[in-house]
Each structure stands twice: as C-alpha cells, then as structure tokens.
C-alpha cells in the first residue's frame, strides 16, 4: 500500500510558477514510478508527466513540455512538480499518481493521492 500527499496548491498569475510536491508513505517507494494528472471541471482526468523509479527517464505530453518538470527525492520519498509559464488552462485538480509498472492510463494507475488545487488568474 501507498499513500500519496499532495501539497503546494495555490492561486497565481499567468506567467508565474508553482512547485507541487507529494509526500509517499509506504512500502517501497522507490520501486514505483510517480506521475502527476490533473483534472479541470467538467472534462477528464489528463495525464502530465511522469518520472521513472530511478529518476534516469521523465515523459511529458506536448501541452506541458518545456513548462513542467517532474524530478523525486527517493530518499524523502517525495515527488516534485516545478511548474512554470503558467496559463489560465493550466488551471485544474492536480492529482499524484504511483504505478509499478509506469503505465499511464486513468484506469491502471495503483495509487492516487487526494488532489491539490491549482488556479491560474488571466
């Protein structure tokens, strides 16, 4: 079992940034790869970057890419979200993720943790 934590939520500008974090407890955090999604209202739950067990590979989808960067504390047991160049549509539930096998669909994801709020001013 994993529980995840997510903290460092907030209102900012357009333009700004924002570090997310996630606090694991549990058995074996390093043996898992970590992932952030987030969920806007009234759309699905979308995927925004993930970072391999080791820290050595990280994946981003096009909208993020040169924006956000995942990195973890295997040691703390904690995964990061540097967010930057913030925009209105960035705006979302901002939602930890932990899978075994670095999958990254909505519907195989092992853990969750509980969401952090995310809001972008224009």
């Known amino acids: 079992q994993v529980q995840l934590v997510e903290s460092g939520g907030g209102l900012v500008q357009a333009g700004g940034s924002l570090r997310l974090s996630c606090a694991a407890s549990?058995?074996?955090?390093?043996?898992?790869?970590m992932g952030w999604f987030r969920q806007a209202p009234g759309k699905e739950r979308e995927f925004v970057a993930a970072?391999?067990?080791?820290?050595?590979?990280?994946i981003y989808p096009n909208s993020v890419k040169g924006r956000f960067t995942i990195s973890r504390d295997n040691a703390k047991t904690t995964v990061y979200l540097h967010m930057s160049s913030l925009k209105p549509e960035d705006t979302a539930v901002y939602y930890c993720?932990?899978?075994?096998?670095?999958?990254?669909?909505?519907?195989?994801?092992?853990?969750w943790g509980q969401g952090t709020q995310v809001t972008v001013s224009s």
């Open positions: 993720a932990a899978d075994l096998e670095g999958t990254w669909w909505v519907s195989t994801v092992d853990y």
């Open positions: 970072i391999t067990w080791s820290g050595s590979s990280t």
């Open positions: 549990g058995r074996s955090f390093s043996s898992y790869a």
